[in-house]
């Protein structure tokens, strides 16, 4: 595959993943707060049969996107753009596997539901996440910007 074209899929998948994480900073993790505990865990239980399609495959597809972008990239890349999104994707992920993600899983378990202090946490720390998928995602547009120029 062209070096061009493996860069304009990152960034298409890139954006994907901009609207997925804007979904959940502003809509799922929000509207959970609205949801009783009596049907809480069966909202995010369905949430959770969902996600692996439309949220984790492509997310895991970004991460190993933008490690191969450090050895397969259009000549003349700017090594700013290529360690931009690596340490983006890369600080996404280790943050998930320490904070967001043991807080889902204990989540799942709290009976409070949407009373959770865990639910809480996410709601007021997720932005993080999120302004690291958009950096990405901005790194990523201002690379085939410079390379277009």
């Known amino acids: ?59 895991g597809l970004g991460v190993c996107g933008a490690a191969a972008l450090i050895w397969y990239h259009p000549a003349g890349s700017p090594r700013w753009g290529i ?6 994707q ?11 993600g043991p807080w889902q899983a204990r989540l799942a378990k709290d009976p409070l539901g949407s009373e959770s202090a865990y639910l809480k946490r996410i709601l007021k720390t997720h932005w993080v996440r999120t302004l690291l998928i958009n950096a990405s995602a901005g790194f990523l547009l201002a690379w085939v910007i410079v390379l277009a120029g």
Not at 83 to 88: E, R
Not at 90 to 100: D, E, N
Request: charge should be neutral; glycine fraction near 6%.
């Open 1 to 59: 595959m062209n070096a061009k074209i493996f860069l304009l899929l990152n960034l298409a998948l890139g954006f994907y993943n901009v609207g997925t994480i804007w979904a959940h900073e502003v809509d799922i993790f929000r509207s959970w707060e609205l949801v009783g505990a009596e049907r809480f865990h069966d909202v995010q239980r369905v949430h959770w049969h969902k996600i692996p399609y439309w949220v984790l495959t492509p997310v």
């Open 90 to 100: 890369a600080l996404s992920l280790l943050l998930m596997a320490i904070f967001w």
């Open 83 to 88: 360690w931009g999104v690596f340490l983006c």
